[in-house]
């Protein structure tokens, strides 16, 4: 089983910075490939960003140059570094990762933006 958790999440100001991160525990041997999602009031769940396994970055083209994504063999840790953020961007973040055939999920961190 693996066990994801994010943290990070809270309310902060249009221009801001935030940074998420989520925890990794169980039966895994590397915490990438990893991805992020969001789910905003009303919209379905968007992907916002992948770690491929062998280190490569994807984005969505709304947070494109404004995201990023890393992560750390070592603390079995993803971070997602979110700058300039938007209202647009207020939604619940969720961590996801896809092993033994299934998609694990986080319980989901809240990020508001204020205009």
């Known amino acids: 089983q693996v066990q994801l958790v994010e943290s990070g999440g809270g309310l902060v100001q249009a221009g801001g910075s935030l940074r998420l991160s989520c925890a990794a525990s169980g039966i895994i041997f590397s915490i990438r490939p990893m991805a992020w999602y969001r789910q905003a009031p009303g919209r379905q769940r968007e992907l916002v960003c992948t770690?491929?396994?062998?280190?490569?970055?994807n984005y969505a083209d709304s947070v494109k140059g404004r995201f990023t994504i890393s992560a750390d063999n070592a603390k079995n840790t993803v971070y997602l570094q979110m700058n300039s953020l938007n209202a647009d961007d207020t939604a619940v973040y969720y961590c996801?990762?896809?092993?033994?055939?299934?998609?694990?999920w986080g319980q989901g961190t809240q990020v508001t933006v204020s205009s």
């Open positions: 770690v491929t396994s062998g280190g490569g970055t």
């Open positions: 996801n990762m896809n092993r033994y055939g299934r998609d694990f």
